[in-house]
Every structure is written in structure tokens, then in C-alpha cells.
């Protein structure tokens, strides 16, 4: 029994990938993460417009007594942010794989893709 | 009714519910001089929106406030690192004399010679508890003193012209503000781990030595209540590479009259004197955190330092700038009624009564350490100093943190340990009983966890729920923080 | 090993630490000590010998008589400390052993009384600067100016600041403490020619000034502004009585000592500095900061907040390395201000003002005195002397006056003097009689 989706790839960072329909990634972090982080208070994500390159820190989640550095799985441009995260980051431990999400990439390179962990690599990486 | 409804001083009032506008709490007498022209209106003010209450309205407020709190006053308070001992009640006397309270910084010296032979006479004693050959009151916390020590040792390199000496190791066991004082200083933090007793590991020292190497950043006793045997090899290593070596000296009661920085090779340590010379914490602040050096940091020490000129009329004190000061700390000399207070105490104890006391803090811990290492787990099994570090990972396979037990310690009138600190102790409890407290505190102490070791099997959920008898429960903290609430504002 | 040393500290009896020795299953107390290598253990502590209380208030009691204390004597030394009527109530207050011993308050069910108190000094700290918020307090007046150049490093992204040749000499010294090691640019100049670039970070003003000259910062805070930079001010919070908040006039950052509200000058601290910001900085603000929230059965209560940005999370990419707050004095500044109130605190502006002037009005009628006129200031102000600022102090106190503060740096013979409303009439018409006489007779 798992919390993490099967269609959603991930990172040993703990974040999400899930590539839309238009070829594009929306990105968040995992159950597990929001999990281990306790109520997230705060959410530091990149300017839209920002292009971004793979593993590279992109923003920061703070829990009440912790912050913890956002790694982008993926290279591209930053086309979207969720507003609704930054106004309510309780929403990442509500829905950290649906309401939660938090930036939307245009990939440079979408065979990236390939590289990142699935659902049963992620679950087995966090049981050790 | 109920009673809270009926009582008069509810619980949550603020300044502002008992306000009424048009009260005051005080009177200043009218002006004693021929009216002056007012200066033109565009630079006035015309709202101040304070809250208008009466004396005993401040009075009650605030003594309600207080009694909110757990205080050494009141309450058995083994906040581990903190120190936190009985505050001798002559030292706030001593301080309060209008000799010490009443004067200005500024005044000429010759006016103010008692104030400076007294800091004199601390810079001395504390030279002889640390070794040390040099010292500065300047600092005005132990954070602020380990920024005038990186400072210091940044001046040093910069000096010999090895300004590429940047890297400064601090072990993952170190207190927080050691790495953020070394960024503050302009270094590159390195973290270096520390082996299962807390002690810096060698070959990590040895492999970060090199002509990089600006200094190491280490506390003793290390902040799991150890002494390291190997410290002297350690800050020779330092010392081979071209390094320095700065002392927490957060720790320092452990040490009294038992070994001396200096002699171990630290080229540099600073002291709390609200923990380790007794002055009252006050809540979080004011301390002192002078700094002492040895020759090499000497020329670099924080101005001012006070000397002693002795002159055909006697001795004569007066402040004075180390040739290669690192500059001022504060506006002032230092937190000097905190130094009033250190100095009241060290008079007080004399060498002796130093050593005694150390040795009665390291004692009072061991005893702990004995009769509850049947219950909680102690992180390292052997003889510690000054404080005793368990750890409630057995508890928290039964469903209890460490955050849980504290606060149930609550219910019994104890204030709680520090928390899940050192970091690499799993569920951390730092128990620091310090050397005022008696035989029966610390029996009672005893008891109090062995109960709760028990209620941890039996009926965990009143840990879960605790604390039970406060005037809040737990608070919501994450509202805190995503809905900052840091002003009063108007309804 | 020498005989245990009874002391009224140490509770223990001998019989009790030997009871305690053997349930650790050791010999002696040194013992304990074996980790410590033979060759360091046990040095000989060169300490003179312990006192007892009584002995304790002869000995260090006899150290504070040979100070010369302000109100004994005439003293009209400023300079960014103050000497005015301080409630009795503060004292009071904060020698309750309940906020005298007590902690940081790591666990908020016990420390509600500290917690509390600290919002409620952020609260009137935000309402007199006409800031939105404030921390819990920092070092003192000066690191926290420091701290507010560095706050404005992290807000702008940018690395040079620009600080008035007005700003307190002694916090300018703070200023290049805390920024020069950092690699942080400071370039200095009069009020008014500030050479904003796009690197500058903020422009550190005082208000009042060093020399007690009170100023729009309007024109000031636009132009910053409009360089995208932000202004910090210096401020005195007893001025901020009568004049206009920092806040009200487009300043980003407030800072200040609050030892003017209810601190005594104990030769230069513990105080407390205070520091207000714009609530869109907040993250950036270094220090510790309280706020109100509620328990699980929704009773109010405070706890700190934001922790995130401190050292003991952040480590070394912390706002500041600062862990203290300096809460009881903070505490006292409360209490202090609770008591004087809107009126009270106006009125201690107010008569400090009217005194001020009058000392001024007086000694600029003396021959061979000038008060230099800079436009409207508060209660400090300089005179040119006939002689140097420290010669006629020295001449003073042969008079049983202390005097001013030597700014022979900016004004030929300046001294800076300051009144308030602990100076009387009497002290200053004997200020300007020795002023007088010191003019008339030479440096005697």
C-alpha cells in the first residue's frame, strides 16, 4: 500500500513530476515529505519566467522548526506557480500530489523524465 | 456564572482590555522653565496610540503575567546548556547601587574610577578561570562573543596576509549559532561529524587541514556533556595547519577550577557569565559573553579593554583600544550591570568555592545519570560532566516523543529539559541539574520520571494531552507562523 | 584535593555527596574528572579570597562610592543615553524572580508571562515608530542599526549602504564592525547628498540626529526609494513623543535604544535595542519575535514565531547569529511605557524639549558661546566653547558638573550637551553660571 501515485515520478529529494498532457511538469513534494515535515508554514518558490536547471535549488518549505531547500527534478522555464501554496501552505499537507503542487515547468529536455525514480523505486528508496 | 466568567483578572487580558482612555499610570511634575517656542507643527505627531492605564492596573497586569511563568524562583529548571542555577539575590543588590545603575557611559573617567577597577578586577579573575592572558568585556551575549572571536581570528590571517583562510569546521554536534557566527565573520562553515561520543572526529580535523584551514569552532564540554580526552591532540592538529581554535565556552561550569582552556591549546574562548557566573537569565537576555585570548589574538581583542595605569597618586583606570582592535561590539563597555553581578559572584565562591561548585554540577549529574539509566536510554554510557543527555527513542516506539514527556514534566512542576538538542542524539533530553540544587530536588526529580517512565506504558494518552494543569495547552503553532499575529491592533 | 568549602550556594553535605558517589559507584568527586588528561587537571586558580555577604557589600559596595553618580551632580552627558525618570513600578516589575529567572521561553505553556509581555513591548515598539511589526529586542541601539544595514543587504540583494556623518559616532563604529568583515560597502555623507547607485542597499539616518537636529526623512525615504534602496532609521524613542514616527514618514526599518523608556545607564547597559520593520521584511528581520495564536481549546496564548529565520534552525544561513533578546529589559520598556502612557511619554518629550531649549537660550546669551543652529532639534544641542570640549569638561567637574560630550571632530570647541526633565532649573542656571565663569576666568 502506497501514498505515492503510480503516474507521478519522484526524486530521493521527495519531490513529484507529473508530465501533463500539453508536455509540460507540474512539480510538488511528496506525502512522505510533507509527512516527515510536520504543518508546512511557509513556501519560497521561483519568479515565473525563471529558467531553471535540474537539481539545481529552486525555492524553500518551512515547517515550524525546520526549512528545507526545493530541488527542481527537471530543466526548463518556470511558467506557472501556485498562488494557492504560497496564500495557504497548508494545502501541500492536505493534498501534497494535487492541490499542493507548486510550479509548473516548460521541460528543455523531457527525457529527463526518464531518469527520475517511480512510485515503487520512491517508496523502496524511503524505507531504508 | 462560572468561575472564569466571574473572576476579576481573566486569564487572557491584555494591556489593552484594561485599558481606559484618559488613565495614567503616571505623573511628571510641570516645567520648571520660561515656555520655549514649539517647533513647527508638519514635524509633530499627532496620534500615539499606547494603551492609558493606572499603576495598579500595570501592577496587577504584569504580576499576573509573571505568575505565568516557571522560573529557578520557583521551579527545579534542568535546562540543559542554560546553567540554569540559583542567581545569588546580593548580586542584583550589589548591581542596583546608584554607584553602578546611575552612571553614564560617557562620563569623564575620573568620575567613574570604581566602575572601572571593577571591570579591571573581572577581566583578571576571568583571565585566571580560563588561562587566559587577555581578555574584553565588550561582548553583550555568548553569540556576540563568538562574533568578536571569528572576527579576531579573520583580523589575525588577514594580518599575516592569508586572507584565503576561510574555512572554519564546526562539528554537527556545535549549538547554532556557531556556524551562523562564523558566516557573520565572512567564513565558509564546514560541518565535521562527531563519533558516538560526541567528540569531533580526527581524521575529518586532519583531512580538512590544510592552507584553507582558518580555524575549528568547538564547545567544552561538548554539548553531549563529555569531555574529550583528545581535545589538546585536537587543536594541535589546528594549530600545525595554520588554524585556530575558538572555545564555546557555553559548557564552561563543568570546568571550574578543573582545567583550563588556555592550557588545552584554545586560542580563544568566551564565556556566558548568566550561565556560568550566575547572573539571572531574565527570560532570554541581558547575558554577557567577554571573550579571553591568548598572545596570538591578543592585539585583535574587541575594544574597549580597561587598564591599569599605576601612577605616583595610586592605580588609575582607564579604557583603552587593543592596537589591532577588531573595533566596537556596542555602543557601550560591555553589559556592565551583568558584570557587576559575575564579579559579586566570583568574590563570592573564590577559587575554591568554584571548584566546588563544578564539582558538585558534575556530581548532581552523574547521579541522575545513575538512577534513571534504568528508564531512559543515556545517549553516551559513561561518566559525563556537567549535564546528562537520554534518549527517548525507546519511548517513541511505544508512541511518546521526547516533546510528550517533557511536557508532562510540566504537570509535575518541573521545567522541562532542552529538547531534541544535541541533533545527532535521536528523541534528545538534556539534563542539566547544575550544582545549586539539593539531594531532595533531585530525588523528587527522580521520581517525577520514573512516574512518567511509567505512565509512558500504562496511559500514554495523558502524556499526549499534557501539559494539563497550565494556563494555555499546546499552542497552534503553525497558525503562528502562517498567520503572524506580532502586534495588538484596534478591534 | 582540598576540603569541600561549605557555601550558602551549595546544598550538599558531605554526607550526602558521599551517598551520591557511591550510588555512582566512584570514590571521590575528582574522579569524575578523569577524562580530563593529568597534565591540564586541577590548576591552581590565582582568584583572591571568597567574601561573605556581609564582607561582599563593604568590598564591592566601596567600588560604587567612588563613582560620581548624575543627580548628585549636575550632568548634561547625552549622546544616545539618557537620563530620564524611570517609574517605580519598572523596577518593581522586573525584579520579580519570575521574569528575573526564568529563560527564553523554548516551552510556551510555562513562559506565557515572558511571552506576553514581549508582544505587548512589540506592540507599543510598532505603535510609537509607526512600524507594522517588531522583534523582541536585539543587543542595543547600535547592533541593531547594524543589523538593519545587513537586514537590507538580504531585502535588495544589493551590497553598499550609505550612512549619515550624523549618525552616532559610536553606532557608526558598531556599523563597520558588523559590515566591513562581511564585504559590504559603506560610503558616508551629510544628510542630504546621498549618491544613491543601483548597488545601495539602504541609507542608515538618526532621528534626532547625533547633534539632537530633528528633519522631514520624507524627501529622503522617496529618494531611497526611488533608487530601490530602503531607509533605516536610528531613533530616539522618547523623542518619538512629540515628533512625527520614522514610519509615518516612508522609513522601511526602525531601530533604537530603548534605554531613554524606563532602562537605568548602568555605564552603558544591559539595554535593549529595538527593531521595527514593514511587515513584507518580516522574514528577513533577524532576532526573536512572539506572537499571539491559540491553544487546541482555542484559548489565546503567545509563542515564538517565524523561528525559521534564527540560528538555532538556519544555522549558518541564519537572518543574524543573534539567540538573546535581551527580555528583561525589554520587559522593563513595557512596563515602563504601560505606565507613562500616551501623555506621560509626550509629556517627558515635551518637558525635555522646553528644558533644552531654555539651557540653550541661556548659554547662547553667554559671551564667548555659540549654539550652532541647525534647524529644529529635540533636547540636544552643540555649543561652541571658548575652550576644548574636553578641557571645559575637566573644568566643569572642578565645578561639581558633569558636563557634555567633546565633538571637537565636527565643530571647532564643540561640546555636545543634553537636557531632560531630570535636569532643574537650579542645574542648569548653575551650568550657565560656570559656563560663565570658565568663559570669564580661563580654563581653571
Known amino acids: 500500500m502506497t501514498e505515492h501515485p503510480r503516474e507521478l515520478r519522484y526524486t530521493i529529494e521527495h519531490e513529484w513530476v507529473r508530465v501533463e498532457d500539453d508536455g509540460t511538469a507540474t512539480i510538488g513534494v511528496t506525502f512522505f515529505a510533507q509527512d516527515q515535515l510536520g504543518d508546512v508554514v511557509y513556501v519560497v518558490l521561483p519568479a515565473v519566467g525563471s529558467t531553471v536547471q535540474k537539481d539545481s535549488k529552486m525555492g524553500e518549505i518551512e515547517s515550524v522548526k525546520s526549512v528545507s531547500d526545493l530541488f527542481v527534478p527537471v530543466s526548463g522555464e518556470v511558467i506557472e506557480t501556485n498562488q494557492d501554496v504560497i496564500d495557504h501552505p497548508e494545502r501541500v499537507n492536505e493534498d501534497p500530489h494535487g492541490a499542493g503542487w507548486m510550479v509548473r515547468v516548460r521541460m528543455s529536455d523531457p527525457s529527463e523524465v526518464d531518469g527520475l525514480l517511480t512510485n515503487e523505486q520512491y517508496d523502496s528508496a524511503i524505507a531504508t | ?491 | 584535593m582540598t576540603d569541600p568549602f561549605p557555601h550558602s550556594y551549595l546544598p550538599h553535605t558531605e554526607a550526602e555527596r558521599q551517598e551520591m558517589l557511591a550510588v555512582i559507584g566512584v570514590g571521590s568527586v575528582d574522579e569524575l574528572f578523569a577524562d580530563i588528561p593529568d597534565a591540564f587537571r586541577n590548576p591552581a586558580l590565582s582568584l583572591p579570597p571568597a567574601l561573605t555577604e556581609l564582607e561582599l557589600f563593604r568590598e564591592i559596595g566601596g567600588l560604587a562610592k567612588r563613582n560620581a553618580v548624575p543627580g548628585d551632580y549636575p550632568c548634561f552627558v547625552g549622546g544616545g543615553v539618557y537620563r530620564h525618570f524611570i517609574p517605580s513600578v519598572v523596577g518593581a516589575m522586573i525584579s520579580r524572580g519570575e521574569f528575573l529567572t526564568s529563560y527564553t521561553p523554548y516551552q510556551p505553556e510555562v513562559s506565557q508571562g515572558t511571552l506576553q509581555a514581549t508582544y505587548e513591548y512589540q506592540s507599543m515598539i510598532s505603535e510609537i515608530t509607526g512600524m507594522e511589526a517588531a522583534n523582541a529586542g536585539m543587543y542595543d541601539g547600535a547592533s541593531s542599526l547594524a543589523e538593519a544595514a545587513l537586514m537590507a543587504c538580504r531585502v535588495t540583494g544589493r551590497h553598499s549602504v550609505i550612512v549619515h556623518d550624523t549618525v552616532n559616532p559610536r553606532y557608526r563604529a558598531v556599523v563597520d564592525t558588523y559590515l566591513l568583515p562581511q564585504g559590504v560597502e559603506i560610503a558616508t555623507c551629510a544628510p542630504g547628498s546621498e549618491a544613491f547607485s543601483d548597488a545601495t542597499a539602504c541609507v542608515l539616518a538618526q532621528y534626532p540626529d547625533y547633534y539632537g537636529v530633528v528633519r522631514d526623512l520624507t524627501p529622503l525615504a522617496d529618494r531611497a526609494h526611488e533608487a530601490g534602496a530602503l531607509l533605516a532609521v536610528s531613533a530616539d524613542p522618547v523623542a518619538l513623543g512629540m515628533f512625527r514616527a520614522p514610519g509615518d514618514m516612508g522609513a522601511d526599518i526602525v531601530t533604537g535604544e530603548t534605554q531613554p523608556i524606563g532602562v537605568n545607564m548602568s555605564f552603558g547597559g544591559p539595554y535593549v535595542g529595538y527593531f521595527a520593520c514593514k511587515m513584507a521584511y518580516i522574514r528577513q528581520m533577524p532576532g526573536r519575535i512572539a506572537g499571539r495564536t491559540v491553544d487546541h481549546e482555542g484559548r489565546i496564548g503567545y509563542a515564538l514565531t517565524l523561528q525559521t529565520r534564527e540560528q538555532h534552525i538556519r544555522r549558518e544561513r541564519a537572518t543574524s547569529n543573534i539567540c538573546t533578546s535581551e527580555a528583561l529589559i525589554a520587559t522593563g520598556t513595557a512596563v515602563a511605557l504601560a505606565a507613562l502612557g500616551p501623555g506621560g511619554l509626550r509629556q517627558m518629550a515635551e518637558l525635555s524639549y522646553q528644558k533644552a531649549h531654555y539651557a540653550a537660550s541661556e548659554i547662547g546669551a553667554l559671551d564667548g558661546y555659540e549654539v550652532i543652529d541647525n534647524g529644529a532639534w529635540f533636547n540636544e544641542f552643540v555649543v561652541r566653547c571658548p575652550l576644548m570640549g574636553s578641557q571645559m569638561n575637566a573644568s566643569l567637574w572642578r565645578r561639581g558638573i558633569i558636563g557634555g560630550i567633546d565633538v571637537g571632530e565636527a565643530v571647532e570647541n564643540g561640546l555636545l550637551l543634553s537636557v531632560t526633565e531630570m535636569n532643574t532649573r537650579e542645574e542648569i542656571d548653575a551650568l550657565v553660571g560656570a559656563l560663565r565663569e570658565i568663559a570669564e576666568g580661563g580654563a581653571r
Open chain 2, 1 to 491: 456564572m462560572t468561575m472564569e466568567a466571574a473572576s476579576t483578572q481573566r486569564t487572557h487580558q491584555s494591556l489593552w482590555d484594561v485599558a481606559r482612555p484618559g488613565r495614567s499610570g503616571i505623573r511628571l511634575p510641570e516645567s520648571d522653565v520660561p515656555a520655549q517656542a514649539m517647533p513647527e507643527a508638519s514635524l509633530l505627531r499627532d496620534e500615539l496610540r499606547l494603551p492609558e492605564v493606572s499603576e495598579l492596573d500595570v501592577v496587577r497586569h504584569f504580576t499576573r503575567l509573571s505568575q505565568m511563568n516557571f522560573a529557578v524562583d520557583t521551579n527545579f529548571y534542568p535546562l540543559g546548556s542554560c546553567t540554569m542555577k540559583y542567581n545569588p539575590k546580593i548580586n542584583d543588590v550589589v548591581a542596583s547601587q546608584a554607584g553602578f545603575s546611575g552612571i553614564h557611559p560617557l562620563q569623564p573617567e575620573e568620575t567613574v574610577q570604581g566602575a572601572l577597577e571593577l571591570m579591571h578586577r573581572l577581566q583578571e579573575d576571568l583571565q585566571a578561570v580560563t588561562g587566559m592572558p587577555a581578555s574584553s568585556l565588550a561582548p553583550l551575549a555568548g553569540a556576540h562573543g563568538e562574533l568578536a572571536g571569528v572576527l579576531m581570528i579573520k583580523a589575525y590571517h588577514d594580518a599575516r596576509g592569508e586572507s584565503d583562510r576561510k574555512v572554519m569546521l564546526i562539528p554537527d554536534s556545535a549549538h547554532g549559532t556557531n556556524p551562523a557566527s562564523a558566516a557573520m565573520g565572512g567564513f565558509e562553515v564546514v560541518s565535521v561529524p562527531s563519533d558516538e561520543m560526541g567528540r569531533v572526529d580526527l581524521a575529518a580535523v586532519e583531512a580538512a587541514c590544510d592552507d584553507r584551514l582558518a580555524g575549528l569552532m568547538i564547545t567544552i564540554p561538548n554539548t553531549l556533556g563529555l569531555f574529550n580526552p583528545y581535545i589538546a591532540r585536537v587543536c594541535e592538529l589546528v594549530h600545525g595547519a595554520g588554524g585556530l581554535v575558538y572555545g564555546d565556552g557555553a559548557n564552561m561550569n563543568a570546568l571550574l577550577g578543573r582545567a583550563r582552556p588556555y592550557d588545552l591549546g584554545f586560542d580563544v574562548v568566551h564565556l556566558n557569565l548568566h550561565k556560568t557566573m550566575s547572573t539571572p537569565h531574565g527570560g532570554g537576555g541581558p547575558g554577557a559573553g567577554p571573550v579571553c585570548v591568548g598572545e596570538r589574538l591578543e592585539p585583535y581583542l574587541p575594544s574597549p579593554v580597561v587598564e591599569r595605569v599605576d601612577a605616583d597618586g595610586g592605580a588609575r583606570y582607564r579604557f583603552a583600544t587593543p592596537t589591532q582592535s577588531i573595533g566596537a561590539m556596542s555602543a557601550g563597555h560591555g553589559n556592565f550591570g551583568v558584570l557587576v553581578r559575575a564579579y559579586t559572584y566570583l568574590r563570592a565562591l573564590g577559587a575554591d568555592g568554584l571548584r566546588q561548585a563544578s564539582g558538585d554540577a558534575v556530581l548532581n549529574a552523574n547521579y541522575l545519570r545513575r538512577k534513571l539509566e534504568h528508564v531512559y536510554r543515556v545517549a553516551v554510557d559513561r561518566t559525563c560532566m556537567h549535564e546528562v543527555v537520554f534518549s527517548c527513542r525507546p519511548q517513541r516506539d511505544k508512541g511518546v516523543k521526547a516533546l510528550d514527556i517533557s511536557k508532562r514534566m510540566i504537570d509535575y512542576g518541573v521545567h522541562p529539559p532542552t529538547m531534541y538538542f544535541p541533533l545527532i542524539v535521536d528523541e534528545a533530553l538534556m539534563v542539566e541539574p547544575t550544582e545549586t540544587e539539593s539531594k531532595e530536588t533531585l530525588d523528587a526529580f527522580i521520581a517525577v520520571m520514573e512516574a512518567i517512565a511509567r505512565e509512558v506504558e500504562e496511559s500514554p494518552d495523558v502524556l499526549l494531552e499534557a501539559p494539563h494543569f497550565t494556563p494555555v495547552g499546546r499552542l497552534d503553532e503553525a497558525r503562528a507562523a502562517r498567520q503572524p499575529d506580532l502586534r495588538w491592533q484596534a478591534p
